[in-house]
Nanobody, 118 residues
Framework: QVQLVESGGGLVQAGGSLRLSCAASGRTFSIYRMGWFRQGPGKEREFVAHNSWIAGITYYVDSVKGRFTISRDKAKNTLYLQMNNLKPEDTAVYYC???????????GGQGTQVTVSS
């Protein structure tokens, strides 16, 4: 099992930036992909971005393309989400998730709140 701890959320004005971090521990050798999903107030959960741990292939939901960048530091077993030009609609709790080879997506952290004021 992979344990995940998110950090880096906060309150920012529209147009500002934040960087989220997700530290993975445990069975990190079995990670196939890691990513971020979010759930805003009154909204369904959506996957924001994910990254294949070895190949580095990335996916972004259309609404964040050109503004968010997902990256990873394999030596530190840490995933990042750089969020630029934030918009009020980005307000949500952001969760880190990991998928092991042959497994499904699992999130284990409490999430981190991102609030963007207009």
């Amino acid at each position: 099992q992979v344990q995940l701890v998110e950090s880096g959320g906060g309150l920012v004005q529209a147009g500002g930036s934040l960087r989220l971090s997700c530290a993975a521990s445990g069975r990190t050798f079995s990670i196939y992909r890691m990513g971020w999903f979010r759930q805003g107030p009154g909204k369904e959960r959506e996957f924001v971005a994910h990254n294949s741990w070895i190949a580095g292939i990335t996916y972004y939901v259309d609404s964040v393309k050109g503004r968010f960048t997902i990256s990873r530091d394999k030596a530190k077993n840490t995933l990042y989400l750089q969020m630029n030009n934030l918009k009020p609609e980005d307000t949500a709790v952001y969760y880190c998730a990991a998928q092991e080879y042959g497994g499904s997506w699992e999130s284990g952290g409490q999430g981190t709140q991102v609030t963007v004021s207009s």
